[in-house]
């Protein structure tokens, strides 16, 4: 599915304020037991859940899944 895609360098995430500072995140949101959630910008995927929203229930969790990886869609 990644094939027109390159990867994104940025440094590790370990807290949630890093996760916001990220240029490629749109948004972050906690559901309560449904967890939290990343909202990538549209033209990025997370390499672990393969679309641009990344759920997870901790926020360890949810730095490991971004950590990853996270690729930007290439213009043909």
């Not at 909202?39 to 229930?57: F, G, I, P």
């Amino acid at each position: 599915m990644l094939e027109n895609h390159k990867a994104v360098p940025f440094k590790k995430v370990r807290t949630k304020q890093q996760i916001i500072e990220l240029p490629f995140v749109q948004e972050v949101f906690y559901e309560g037991d449904d967890g939290w959630w990343v909202h990538l910008d549209t033209r990025y995927v997370s390499a672990k859940m393969e679309c641009s929203m990344v759920h997870e229930h901790t926020i360890k969790e949810l730095c490991d899944a971004l950590n990853y990886g996270v690729y930007e869609k290439i213009d043909n």
